[in-house]
């Protein structure tokens, strides 16, 4: 069984503080994706990185996929107080059908 | 826009009760997915279903079993529940193959189901 390790499990910081959430693995993934869930919704897809060593950006955040394919992180530039919600990681493994593996997942507060 | 509607966003029931959970996604996607959600636990794979009448077991099957007769609607079924199936319950679809990239799962807002 594949598992993803995701910290830290909790962040509060003020608004304009930059962060990092890891997610880390001792196997190999296919494909690793972050999702954002906001209270009383479901997760929402916000990137998927498949090559080993990639840098995608979305506005302020940034997501990494290691080199070896075991971990990602996820950097938040100047958060805002939108920026709070639960933050997922998931992987893919083999093919299975696109079943995915998701870390315990980061609950994230900007305070105003 | 793709949707993901789950019958119930709140739910109540007691021990030993037979509990259904409805998932219906209108994405013509051939996977769908069961999630079970609780805190610090991140979301845990029930059953999934990559074809209508397919199956498989997740990580957490038991005491839940699943049923797919049509292409858009997933079903969930309690078949006795108990207190440690309170919980918030996903579901999810995506397609079956494709690149990578495209295994994004679409999720509906959850079901909140408390036994007691």
């Known amino acids: 069984t594949q598992l993803l390790e995701q910290s830290p499990q909790f962040l509060s910081i003020q608004e304009g503080e930059n962060l990092t959430v890891y997610c880390n693995s001792s196997s190999v993934f296919s494909s690793l994706q972050w999702y954002r869930q906001e209270p009383g919704e479901g997760p929402v897809l916000l990137v998927t990185?498949?090559?080993?060593?990639e840098v995608k950006k979305l506005k302020r955040l940034t997501f990494q996929f290691g080199d070896a394919r075991k971990d990602s992180s996820l950097h938040i530039t100047a958060a805002q107080p939108g920026d709070t919600g639960l933050y997922l990681c998931?992987?893919?493994?083999?093919?299975?059908?696109?079943?995915?593996?998701f870390g315990q997942g980061t609950i994230l507060t900007v305070h105003p | 826009d793709v949707k993901v509607t789950q019958s119930s966003r709140y739910l109540v029931k007691r021990t030993g009760e037979k509990v259904f959970l409805e998932c219906v996604q209108d994405m013509d996607h051939e996977n769908m997915f069961w999630y079970r959600q609780d805190p610090g636990l991140g979301l845990r794979l029930i059953y999934f279903?990559?074809?209508?009448?397919?199956?498989e077991k997740g990580d957490i099957p038991e005491g839940y079993s699943v049923s797919r007769e049509k292409k858009e609607r997933f079903s969930l079924i309690l078949e006795s529940a108990s207190t440690n199936q309170t919980s918030m319950y996903l579901c999810?679809?995506?397609?079956?193959?494709?690149?990578?990239?495209?295994?994004?799962?679409?999720f509906g807002p959850g079901t909140r189901l408390t036994v007691t």
């Open positions: 998931a992987g893919i493994g083999g093919t299975s059908y696109g079943k995915l593996t």
């Open positions: 999810a679809s995506s397609y079956a193959s494709g690149s990578l990239s495209s295994y994004e799962q679409y």
């Open positions: 279903s990559y074809d209508v009448k397919m199956k």
């Open positions: 990185v498949v090559t080993g060593g």
